[in-house]
Every structure is written in C-alpha cells, then in structure tokens.
C-alpha cells in the first residue's frame, strides 16, 4: 500500500554511477547523479571501489534531492531501488539504504529490474505510447532486444552473446589508447572525421532467424588492423577508425531492430 501524494524516491547503485531522483505522475521532480571517474585509472569498473563510492555518496544525494524540492519524508509514497541485475555489493548499498529509509519514515519499498527501468523510461517522454513495442536495450553491460505487450510483460527477442556495445566500445578505444569509459572519446573522434571511406569491420550477424548480438569479433578486427599498422609502420587514422567503429555497432543495433 502506498501513500496517495504519488511522490516516489528512485535509488540506482547498481554499477559505477550513485542516482537518486524524485518522480510525481511521470514528472522529474529532481536528480542527481554522482560519477564515479577514479575507475578510468584501471580501465574499468573495480567493484569494492564502487561499493565504497555508493556509501559515500547515497545519502548526500538523496538529502540534496529532498532538500532542494522542499520534499519531507511525509510526501514520498514510496522508496523504488534498484535491485537486479547490478555488482552486488553495489547493489547492497542501495537496498539497504532504502530499507534503512524505510524503517526510519515507514515510507513503502519496493525493488525494481533495473533493465525493465531502461525499458519503461521512454515512457516518461513519451506518456502517450502504446502497447506493444520493441525496445532496444543498450547500456554498459547490456544489449538486448524486447517484446513489450505492457508493464511487466516482457518477451526477450535476442540478446548479445559475448560483449555489450558499451564493452565493444571501451574495448576498442582500449586499443585506440583512449580512457574509460571510452564511448564519449569515439563518438568525439569520429566527429572529427573528414573523409568519406570506412574501414569495413566485421560484425557478426549471427542466424538470421533470430536477434541476437555479437561484438567480440569486431574487437579482434581492430586489434589486428590496430597491430598491422604499427608494424608497417603506418601512421593510426584514429577519426576513420572511430567513425568505422561506431557506424559498424550502431548499424548492427538499428538492422536487429528494425528487422
């Protein structure tokens, strides 16, 4: 049972990144974000580190995001917090957080998917969208394809076998000596492209009967370019092979798609 103001708290940790929002009828009232940047030292997310950032930062956010909207406990109707699928200590951080919260100001909880969250948020733009739809999933760790027929009822059309696009992407600009996460530093370099070729890198369509994903093959692909420049000697076009990159995932995801 909730209470009937429908102010509801959003807690995400399950990653590199401490979120907290307040949301009202699909409205954002308030959010913030902390980042954790200390990961691009190690080329990726270390979780203990990112366990230790969430208990840092949780309580700051979530008293800056009350604080600023003149929110008191009172007003929340309910404490939504991400629980699956995440790092779990990141993700422990959270819940017991809003269990903590919970506790304290008898505000309802509840624990929500938070690859469903990346699939219902169109909805807070899009208020007016109908069932059913497919929904594209591309975040750090995931890559997938849905079968939405409404909240609750999804149906996985394909999903990647190996690497995400967000893991090909810092992968390849591993290679390419770029920081992590490395999906900002492509898009950036690819921006900066002049010419009109692309390299043609290889992207695995697997069976066409199905919608599945995979990426590592791409990364192997421009290792060995990467490799046989250098030892030709060659000097690296970073833009060409960044807009190659780029184009290459972004047109696997939207022929899956679209298909």
């Known amino acids: 049972m909730t209470r009937d103001n429908g102010i509801v708290l959003g807690i995400e940790t399950s990653c590199d990144e401490t979120s907290v929002a307040l949301v009202r009828d699909n409205d954002i009232i308030a959010n913030a974000v902390f980042t954790q940047e200390q990961h691009s030292l190690f080329g990726g997310v270390v979780p203990e580190i990112a366990s230790r950032e969430h208990i840092k930062k949780i309580a700051p956010l979530c008293r800056g995001v009350l604080d600023r909207t003149a929110t008191a406990p009172r007003d929340l109707s309910l404490i939504a917090v991400t629980d699956s699928p995440g790092l779990a200590g990141a993700l422990l951080v959270g819940i017991s957080y809003a269990l903590g919260v919970h506790c304290s100001w008898g505000v309802p909880v509840i624990g929500v998917n938070h690859l469903e969250g990346h699939i219902v948020s169109v909805t807070l733009e899009n ?37 995400a696009a967000g893991e090909a992407f810092d992968k390849v600009g591993k290679l390419l000596g770029f920081g992590y996460p490395a999906g900002r530093a492509i898009e950036q370099e690819a921006a900066a492209c002049v010419s009109a070729d692309r390299i043609g890198f290889p992207v695995a369509r697997l069976d066409t009967r199905n919608s599945d994903f995979s990426f590592s093959g791409l990364k192997t692909a421009v290792m060995n370019l990467v490799r046989q420049q250098q030892a030709d000697g060659a000097e690296l076009d970073k833009p060409l092979l960044a807009k190659s990159v780029q184009e290459a995932i972004v047109d696997t995801l939207a022929t899956k798609a679209l298909r």
Do not use: E, M, N
């Open 127 to 163: 208020p007016a969208l109908q069932f059913p739809f497919v929904a594209l999933v591309v975040s750090g760790g995931h890559t997938a394809l849905y079968h939405v027929a409404g909240y609750g009822d999804y149906r996985c059309l394909g999903r990647t076998i190996d690497d």
